[in-house]
């Protein structure tokens, strides 16, 4: 089955740098790669997600890439603003979407 | 829209006695659904999935079960809790057919404390 492992497990940042967490897969036929994040006491919750036919993706402040040759992907989150702090999960899944695979989960504390 | 209910938001029970926990969506039909454990500090592993009524695919042996008696209800079991079954659960829900998105929606959980 699918392995997904992610790094740091845990991430410090001052206001306003950027913050990077990465992840790797081992299934090549994963095909598309959601991140969540997830607020103290509640679910995670879908911020961006890329299909294996793109490289990049971006959304205000995050973007998401890609390298399907190396298997890896990583979340890249700019001008981290203290209400970043949370946990974020990677994941991974194949075409029929029925499961997806979470890496262990980067706690991301960024410091006003 | 679409909602999902996930009860209770925290239990604590005995080593030995039996779970239930249910999880209900609304606002779609046939609805992927999942079970998941959070250990503490941990990342979230896939107990169960359903892709329909009384279709429950485990992903791992343990001493959890899964039921889904009716389309939009996805419920949790055990006969004999264990100290290891410690956790937060979480449920989760997916569109089915091809025009679904591919994104999985989440249940505020439930904190489980075997004592």
Redesign the interface.
């Known amino acids: 089955g699918e392995n997904v492992e ?1 790094h740091p497990s845990t991430l410090s940042v001052q206001e306003g740098d950027s913050a990077v967490i990465k992840c790797t897969y081992s299934d090549s036929a994963s095909n ?1 790669f ?1 991140w ?1 994040k997830q607020e103290l ?6 911020i961006i ?1 890329i299909r294996s036919n793109v490289g990049e993706k971006k959304d205000q402040r995050i973007a998401v890439t890609l390298n399907k040759t190396a298997k890896h992907f990583s979340l890249h989150i700019t001008e981290t603003q203290p209400e970043d702090s949370a946990v974020y ?1 990677c994941a991974a ?1 194949t075409g029929n ?9 980067t706690k991301l504390n960024v410091k006003p | 829209s679409q909602t999902i209910h996930q009860w209770p938001a925290t239990l604590v029970q005995p080593v030995g006695s039996p779970l239930s926990l249910e999880c209900t969506v609304e606002g779609t039909s046939n609805p992927n659904l999942y079970w998941y454990r959070q250990a503490a500090g941990r990342g979230l592993q896939l107990l169960f999935y359903s892709v329909g009524i009384g279709q429950i695919s485990s992903e791992v042996p343990q001493n959890l079960s899964a039921s889904r008696p009716q389309d939009r209800q996805f419920i949790l079991s055990s006969k004999k809790l264990l100290l290891s079954d410690s956790g937060f659960y979480l449920c989760a829900w997916r569109g089915s057919g091809k025009s679904a998105k591919n994104i999985q929606y989440f249940g505020a959980g439930t904190r489980l404390s075997v004592l």
């Open positions: 992610q598309y959601p969540y006491g509640k679910g995670p919750q879908l997600d999960f899944s979407f029925n499961k997806f695979y979470f890496g262990s989960g």
